[in-house]
């Protein structure tokens, strides 16, 4: 539930779960098929959703930041530059301050935007360690052995010798948690001489799943459109939430 929600227990909403459960353990056949990609994620969907973009003719202009939208006669412009619709596919709090100052009167989805909470994941790369036996193994995780998951990073392609330990809905402060995650290793996978290479927390790292959670829609005004996995939908923060909140949005657009 922890891994799922990216949020502890006592605060999760036990419908998104639930479904969660269902979906992956009920729904017949590639349900819950997993797959540990041995090349880096940049390579496996962004830059293959570019490759498939571009072919299709689609315009692409990377790490250009929209600063300002704003609605205009029937259409938006995004910079100054004007357009139908437009779809904001950033993160929360990307999207509500840009529809924030575009001055449309869109006050219920931005409410909603910006009422969401956040959790953070940490991942604690640990170095000297001896093979594991598989590249992903869980964790028994409590309130002193924070991490879920342990990544054998040699065996996904990585180099020889380096753990990732993925610690969900992490509260503890940095060198709290590399102590716990260092006597996890030891404990639970053997491991007696790591020591820590780096620690990535990633403070914002999803929405805090909790029990009726009102999240925004995917219509924010007329012609602007949100997608993204905080909005409206059965699942909670995930790269499969994402996708499926972009096809209702692609949906939507046509409609
Ligand atoms: C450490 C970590 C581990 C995770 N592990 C998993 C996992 O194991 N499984 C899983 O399913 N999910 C996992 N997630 C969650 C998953 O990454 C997210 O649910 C998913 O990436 C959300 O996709 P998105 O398209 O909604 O938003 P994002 O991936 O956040 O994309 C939003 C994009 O908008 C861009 N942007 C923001 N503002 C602007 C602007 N003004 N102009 C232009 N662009 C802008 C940002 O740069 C960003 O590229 C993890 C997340 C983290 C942080």
Redesign the pocket.
């Known amino acids: 539930c922890v891994?799922a929600l990216?949020t502890p227990v006592a605060r999760s909403s036990g419908q998104v779960f639930l479904r969660v459960l269902n979906d992956a353990l009920f729904s017949g056949s590639g349900g819950a098929d997993l797959l540990l990609p041995q090349a880096d994620l940049g390579a496996l969907l962004p830059d293959a959703a570019m490759a498939w973009l571009a072919q299709h003719g689609a315009a692409l202009r990377l790490a250009?930041?929209?600063?300002a939208i704003a609605p205009a006669a029937n259409a938006w412009s995004v910079d100054d530059e004007p357009f139908d619709q437009v779809v904001l596919?950033?993160?929360p709090w990307?999207?509500a301050r840009?529809v924030r100052a575009s001055g449309v009167a869109a006050p219920a989805w931005c409410d909603a935007t910006e009422a969401l909470r956040f959790e953070a994941?940490a991942?604690v790369y640990l170095r000297g360690a001896s093979p594991l036996a598989a590249p992903m193994l869980a964790l028994r995780s409590d309130a002193h052995a924070p991490a879920q998951f342990a990544f054998d990073r040699a065996q996904l392609g990585g180099p020889d010798g380096l753990l990732a330990l993925?610690v969900s809905a992490n509260e503890a402060p940095r060198d709290v948690l590399e102590e716990q995650v260092l006597a996890q290793a030891a404990h639970q996978l053997g491991q007696r001489h790591l020591e820590v290479l780096q620690t990535?927390v990633?403070k914002r790292?999803?929405f805090a799943c909790t029990p009726a959670l009102v999240r925004p829609g995917v219509r924010v005004a007329p012609g602007l459109l949100a997608?993204?996995?905080?909005i409206d939908g059965p699942y909670p923060?995930?790269?499969?939430?994402?996708v499926l909140?972009?096809l209702a949005t692609a949906k939507a657009l046509g409609a």
Do not use: K, M, P, W
């Open positions: 891994s990216n250009t930041r929209v600063r596919a950033s993160a990307d999207a840009l994941i991942t993925v990535v990633e790292a999803t997608c993204g996995d905080y923060a995930t790269l499969e939430g994402a909140s972009g």
